[in-house]
Structures are given as structure tokens and as C-alpha cells.
């Protein structure tokens, strides 16, 4: 077997691999011998018939399977001759392919790119800085009971809060406008869910009253006919109705999982789910910075193969996320390309990072993890033992303790501040990437 490679780019190999005719020419006869012993045809009794005849009937299909067979083979055993690690699965190109003649073709494939990483001493980290106070706390709880409260029908002014029933128009220039029309449409004031001015505009109003409010839509609203542009709403108020928050009692505590004898106990546990949630959320932030840093500082081709995988990984995500029966090939390949080029370099550099600093996950870091996602659960000996016995599970584990030692080992090398931030800043800020 003779092999020649060219680089025709960084990552793009053009192999040019000869077979000797010989080689080719007694694979096909043994098989077609084998296929003589098998074969059933009318007139011949089974393996009878003459070996001229099942060449003259099954000759050319069965030497285009040889030779396919024959190009896998002599392409893998060349990669291991010149120690190449490719990307993904070659195109082939025949070059020369008659009978009696030597096979040549050429495997063309991508390898896994040289990276060389930049200055991890560059990369800039603002690290959140969180206490979680009592009215932090209260707050959260407060959330919680408006979860699960009941409505009551008022006659007094709106506020804050409220649930206000109303029909609405609004006109630019004049006009009414597409989508600026509804009837009976429920809207929490102070909610945010309307553009700026127009929940403040509804405030103080009662039911039955009717009231005209001018408001400016944002310069980045999502309409561009809209955007920046004055409006005016007629709006009705046909309806008030102001929360009823329940007792914080044994029976709300259990709706959230929680046992708790008092509001002193489900505090406690509030607090917990708020440290584990703030933690999550600040170790997050640390990650999307750190991979920001390295993208930003290493200049790295990836191979489009890997980022065609990771492309139909991300569509059997979406198809199964929205339960969907449709076919994954289905969805445009543009709608992942830059989240799959990112995960892809991410990969890569973490990897890179893991070979040359020799990281590890330690058995006991992936138990501390393992222990730590259990504690969320009712029955955490049971999620344990689950792990425990499932080797693919306990390897995600550990690919998430070997991320989080190699996102460690970047903040220590990294420009990493301090930023002090409240509760709420911190969980909003820290949202991930990957």
C-alpha cells in the first residue's frame, strides 16, 4: 500500500492512498467463491453453480464492495501508519478503479487543529460578590406566595401588584397598529410585560374607568416601525383584582417540597435553596467569563465536521425539548451554526487545557459533586445509589468536575475582580452560555 498526504490547509488533509491490483483481485474471487457455495439459482443445484456463471451474474456488484471495503480498510490502517488523528469521517475520490488495474483514491479529511493557547494572565474574570440578606429572603417568600395566590375582585384604585382586566387601542401618527389592539387582556402591574409607561399610566385607575396614556416605545424595540416612536393608548379598565396570599402554614410549606413545623424552619430552608441557587448561578458567571477569555485570546480553526456533529445534537435537542415528531434534518442548520462553532472551540480549548496541565477529576471531588446534586432531592440515598451503578451517569459527573478543575485552574492564571452585587443582580447576571 502506498500513502501520500498533502496539507491543503490547517486542518485539511488530501491522502492519496494505492492498492495493489492483486490485493484486490483475490478479495474479490474468494468472495465470489464463498458466494458460489451459497448462491441459489434456477437449473443449479445449491452450490453447484459454476463459478464462471455466478462471476458473469454477480461479479461487478461484488467487486464495488471489495473496493469499498478496501478503501475503509487501507484509509484507517494509513491513519495509524502516519499517525493522524482526523477530525471526522473522510470523502473519498476514486482515481483509478478498473479491474486488473491498481486502486487509487484519495481520502479527504479534517484533523484536529495545533492549538496553541494564549495568555490565560489576559483574561478578565469580575467575580460576583452576594450576601443573601433577610430581605432578600423576604422577598423570595413573598414570590412564593403570589404563586400560589388567589385573586380577589376590588372597587378601590389600582396599584402595584394588582391584576388589572382592560381593553386597550394604541395609535402612532394617528393610525391604529398592527398588534396594538386586545380585549380583555390580564396584566400584573409593575410586571415589566408592557413597554415603559404604560403599566405606570394604569396605576390609580378603578374599574369602569376609561383613560388615555402617551407613551415613547423603546429605541431598541423589536418592531423597527416602532421603535423610538410616540404612541397614544385609549385603555378600559373593566376589572381589579388584587392577590390573596396564603397563610404560611404547614400545608404551603409542603407545596414546595419543604417540611418545615414553622415559618422559622421553611426561612431556614429558603435560605438554603437560595445559597445552592447562588451558588450555581456565581459558579455559572465564572465559567461563561472564563470561556469568553479563552475564545477571546486563542485564535482557533475548527473542523466544520465537528461543528456538523454538534449541529444535529443541538436539533435533537430542540425536538425533543418542544416534544416534537418531526424530523431533527428538518430544522435549518444556520439556526445552531454559532452556538455549535462555540461549543465546539470550547471543547477543544478545555480539552487542550486537561492534556496540557495534566488535570484530573479526582473520585473524591466527583463523590462531593454526586453528594451535593443528591442533597436536592427527597430521597438522596437513592440518587447515589443510581450513580453509583450507572457508569455513563457517574462519567457526566465526572466531566463536570474535570470542567470545573480546568475553569479553576484559568482563574488562577486570570485578572479575576470582586464585584459586590445583590441577590437578585447576582442570579440575573449569571446566566450560562454553553
Keep these: 500500500?502506498?500513502?501520500?498526504?498533502?496539507?491543503?490547509?490547517?486542518?485539511?488533509?488530501?491522502?492519496?492512498?494505492?492498492?495493489?491490483?492483486?490485493?484486490?483481485?483475490?478479495?474479490?474471487?474468494?468472495?465470489?467463491?464463498?458466494?458460489?457455495?451459497?448462491?441459489?439459482?434456477?437449473?443449479?443445484?445449491?452450490?453447484?453453480?459454476?463459478?464462471?456463471v455466478v462471476r458473469r451474474r454477480f461479479g461487478e456488484g461484488v467487486r464495488q464492495e471489495v473496493v469499498s471495503e478496501v478503501m475503509r480498510d487501507s484509509y484507517v490502517k494509513a491513519l495509524e501508519e502516519q499517525k493522524i488523528a482526523p477530525a471526522g469521517w473522510p470523502k473519498f475520490e476514486p482515481k483509478a478503479m478498473e479491474p486488473g488495474k491498481d486502486l487509487e483514491f484519495i481520502a479527504i479529511f479534517e484533523v484536529m487543529p495545533e492549538i496553541e493557547l494564549g495568555d490565560l494572565s489576559k483574561i478578565k474574570v469580575e467575580r460576583p460578590k452576594t450576601e443573601i440578606t433577610d430581605k432578600d429572603i423576604d422577598t423570595m417568600i413573598d414570590n412564593l406566595r403570589r404563586q400560589q395566590a388567589t385573586m380577589k375582585s376590588v372597587k378601590r384604585k389600582s396599584k402595584k401588584k394588582d391584576v388589572v382586566n382592560i381593553d386597550f387601542k394604541g395609535y402612532v401618527d394617528g393610525e391604529a397598529f398592527e398588534g396594538g389592539t386586545a380585549e380583555g387582556h390580564k396584566l400584573t402591574l409593575g410586571s415589566g410585560q408592557m413597554i415603559p409607561g404604560f403599566e405606570e399610566g394604569i396605576v390609580g385607575a378603578k374599574a369602569?374607568?376609561?383613560?388615555?396614556?402617551?407613551?415613547?416605545?423603546?429605541?431598541?424595540?423589536?418592531?423597527?416601525?416602532?421603535?423610538?416612536?410616540?404612541?397614544?393608548?385609549?385603555?378600559?379598565?373593566?376589572?381589579?383584582?388584587?392577590?390573596?396570599?396564603?397563610?404560611?402554614?404547614?400545608?404551603?410549606?409542603?407545596?414546595?417540597?419543604?417540611?418545615?413545623?414553622?415559618?422559622?424552619?421553611?426561612?431556614?430552608?429558603?435560605?438554603?435553596?437560595?445559597?445552592?441557587?447562588l451558588k450555581q448561578a456565581v459558579s455559572?458567571?465564572?465559567?461563561?467569563?472564563?470561556?469568553?477569555?479563552?475564545?477571546?485570546?486563542?485564535?482557533?480553526?475548527?473542523?466544520?465536521?465537528?461543528?456538523?456533529?454538534?449541529?444535529d445534537r443541538l436539533r435533537q435537542d430542540a425536538v425533543q425539548r418542544f416534544g416534537g415528531q418531526m424530523d431533527p434534518k428538518q430544522l435549518p442548520a444556520e439556526l445552531f451554526t454559532e452556538q455549535a462553532q462555540r461549543r465546539v472551540k470550547t471543547g477543544l480549548l478545555f480539552q487542550e487545557l486537561v492534556k496540557k496541565n495534566d488535570l484530573k477529576a479526582e473520585p473524591e471531588k466527583v463523590d462531593e459533586k454526586i453528594q451535593e446534586l443528591a442533597s436536592t432531592y427527597e430521597q438522596p440515598e437513592e440518587v447515589i445509589a443510581h450513580?453509583?451503578?450507572?457508569?455513563?451517569?457517574?462519567?457526566?459527573?465526572?466531566?463536570?468536575?474535570?470542567?470545573?478543575?480546568?475553569?479553576?485552574?484559568?482563574?488562577?492564571?486570570?485578572?479575576?475582580t470582586d464585584k459586590k452585587m445583590k441577590y437578585e443582580e447576582a442570579i440575573q447576571t449569571a446566566q450560562p452560555q454553553r
Design 284 to 311: 455559572n458567571k465564572l465559567k461563561n467569563d472564563v470561556v469568553e477569555g479563552l475564545l477571546e485570546t486563542t485564535e482557533l480553526e475548527v473542523p466544520q465536521s465537528l461543528v456538523d456533529q454538534e449541529i
Design 1 to 52: 500500500m502506498q500513502v501520500s498526504v498533502e496539507t491543503t490547509s490547517n486542518i485539511e488533509r488530501r491522502m492519496t492512498i494505492g492498492v495493489p491490483a492483486q490485493e484486490i483481485d483475490q478479495a474479490v474471487e474468494k468472495r465470489l467463491q464463498n458466494t458460489a457455495r451459497t448462491v441459489k439459482m434456477n437449473g443449479f443445484r445449491p452450490g453447484k453453480v459454476p463459478l464462471s
Design 387 to 416: 450513580f453509583s451503578s450507572s457508569p455513563e451517569q457517574k462519567a457526566q459527573i465526572e466531566s463536570a468536575v474535570l470542567e470545573d478543575k480546568v475553569v479553576d485552574f484559568v482563574l488562577e492564571q486570570a485578572q479575576v
Design 208 to 277: 369602569g374607568e376609561e383613560l388615555e396614556i402617551e407613551v415613547t416605545f423603546p429605541e431598541d424595540y423589536q418592531n423597527e416601525e416602532l421603535a423610538g416612536k410616540p404612541a397614544k393608548f385609549e385603555i378600559k379598565v373593566n376589572e381589579v383584582e388584587e392577590p390573596v396570599l396564603p397563610e404560611l402554614n404547614q400545608e404551603f410549606f409542603e407545596k414546595f417540597g419543604i417540611k418545615a413545623e414553622d415559618e422559622t424552619e421553611f426561612r431556614a430552608e429558603v435560605e438554603k435553596n437560595m445559597a445552592r441557587e
